[in-house]
């Protein structure tokens, strides 16, 4: 059975620049999750997906980031324009019910010059 | 809401020395507690969980964790170390409530490194 997996594994852009970064959850895993770590912080959580609907998107930090969820298959995160505070690890992770274990993608290495 | 503390952002040890990795927790509900490793270029992987009944839970690799309600903790333990866990380990949080979600709360992480 395949893992998460994540596209691109880096990326490095100027300020300004869009970005979006993808996640395939494992299949028939209903719930999505974003969570990203900036340098030497803790990971944060940014959002839920349960299928295509967005669960809980408290912890996404402004307008400039965009997620979906294309008929509840894989999901997208666009950063639009990136800010260097934008720089981090995103990490997707994916569970079949809402609180059965998580499993972790290897992350994207986002970097904004 | 929630909130984990990890004391020690880096842990060196020699190998087959036993090794204590802290963790204690804030949380105004009562809280599922999970330990993850995440070892070079690769996801993170759970190590083992608290969700309910015995304090003492053992995972995988050989890693167990006791869960202490009074004091808050969920300290992870190997009485042996290898070389091959040299990893970052994260302590992690969820809400037991519905309305918590199941969203994971994080501590900023153990590098432990394992020298020979």
């Known amino acids: 059975e395949a893992g998460v997996t994540q596209f691109p594994s880096h990326s490095v852009i100027e300020k300004g620049q869009t970005v979006t970064l993808r996640c395939d959850p494992i299949s028939g895993h209903d719930n999505l999750y974003w969570y990203r770590r900036v340098m030497g912080k803790e990971i944060k959580f940014l959002l839920h997906?349960?299928?295509?609907?967005?669960?809980?998107e408290s912890g996404m930090p402004n307008n400039r980031f965009l997620a979906e969820r294309t008929g509840g298959t894989y999901s997208t995160l666009k950063v639009q324009p990136a800010e260097l505070e934008d720089s981090g690890v995103y990490f997707c992770?994916?569970?079949?019910?809402?609180?059965?274990?998580?499993?972790f993608g290897p992350g994207t290495r986002l970097t904004v010059l | 809401a929630q909130s984990v503390t990890q004391l020690d952002s880096q842990v060196p040890v020699f190998e087959e020395a036993p090794v204590e990795l802290r963790c204690n927790y804030s949380?105004?509900?009562?809280?599922?507690l999970f330990w993850y490793v995440q070892y070079p270029n690769q996801g993170l992987q759970l190590l083992l969980k608290y969700l309910s009944g015995s304090t003492l839970v053992k995972g995988i690799n050989g890693f167990e964790a006791e869960f202490n309600k009074s004091q808050t903790s969920f300290h992870l333990r190997k009485p042996s170390v290898h070389i091959s866990d040299t990893a970052e380990y994260f302590c992690a949080v969820s809400g037991l409530q519905e309305t918590s979600g199941s969203r994971l709360t994080f501590g900023e992480g153990t590098q432990l490194t394992v020298n020979p």
């Open positions: 949380s105004s509900v009562s809280v599922y």
């Open positions: 992770a994916s569970s079949k019910q809402g609180r059965d274990e998580q499993f």
């Open positions: 997906f349960v299928k295509e609907s967005k669960q809980d």
